[in-house]
């Protein structure tokens, strides 16, 4: 079941990831055909974007996380043996599980808060879709981890130890 959801969840995030950077592709070089060619251009495009380089950051962060190619300070870990490595990942990974759920509950309650002020952003969209992947990302992204967290202790709990590192 866990291997099922894990590839929709890949399905999903690259299917976000290409057509997210498709459409910002697009629209940048309809934009500029538009004012070169047409002397004209889209007002909304520039705003657009920058939501779309939100949205891409977040999907990006998720399938960082997905893939363990996430941002990962380890200057001591070629110091210690596989064991005490695996188990040093493995508080360092719930450390990062507890800052990304803590994040996610405070995104959600900004989006929340949005959302009562029923404000818009370009083309009269409501500006808690437009910040809503924030609290779903660092929510996805404490998953991730405290799956990683179970990942690794169950290889202990085996003796996949070389594994584990």
């Not at 999903?12 to 500029?32: K, P, R």
């Not at 920058?50 to 990006?60: E, N, P, S």
């Not at 990302?137 to 179970?150: I, K, N, Q, S």
Request: glycine share 6%; net charge neutral.
């Amino acid at each position: 079941m866990l291997a099922k959801l894990d590839r929709i969840g890949r399905f999903v995030e690259n299917l976000l990831l290409v057509g997210l950077l498709a459409g910002m592709m697009l629209i940048s070089v309809a934009q500029i055909v538009a004012r070169e060619v047409f002397e004209t251009g889209f007002f909304w495009s520039g705003e657009l974007v920058r939501l779309m380089v939100l949205w891409l950051a977040m999907v990006g962060a998720v399938a960082a996380c997905r893939e363990d190619r996430h941002i990962r300070i380890d200057a001591v870990a070629h110091l210690l043996s596989a064991k005490t490595n695996a188990a040093f990942r493995m508080v360092v990974d719930l450390f990062a599980a507890a800052v990304c759920g803590l994040l996610a509950w405070h995104a959600y309650r900004w989006v929340r808060e949005e959302y009562g002020f029923q404000d818009t952003v370009v083309l009269d969209i409501p500006s808690w879709v437009a910040h809503a992947p924030v609290p779903i990302a660092l929510a996805l992204m404490c998953y991730r981890f405290l799956l990683g967290v179970l990942k690794t202790a169950m290889r202990l709990w085996r003796g996949e130890v070389g594994e584990a590192t």
